[in-house]
């Protein structure tokens, strides 16, 4: 479930606007979230933010994969207590 976590990640730059504040949010250094967003980057083949000094924004393709990625991150929060419940 390693790509839920690159979900979060990303979920997390676009609601704090930038790398740096979604790290604190996050507990990991600002190095290592840049690296996954550009992980994902690398991997869909497209950017999916501008970088500013001030902050990212989301580009086109960014928005049509953060789409994607909060209806998973919704099925994946409304499982957990389905999951739970099976092993009470």
Not at 38 to 47: F, I, R, V, Y
Not at 53 to 76: Q, S
């Amino acid at each position: 479930m390693k790509h839920f976590r690159y979900f979060r990640y990303m979920d997390a730059v676009v609601r704090a606007g930038s790398i740096r504040r979604a790290a604190e949010q996050l507990y990991i250094t600002p190095s290592a979230l840049d690296r996954r967003i550009h992980d994902l980057e690398k991997e869909l083949g497209t950017p999916l933010f501008e970088r500013h000094a001030r902050g990212m924004r989301l580009l086109a393709a960014g928005e049509i994969f953060l789409g994607y990625v909060r209806r998973h991150l919704a099925d994946l929060d409304r499982m957990h207590p389905r999951l739970k419940v099976l092993k009470a």
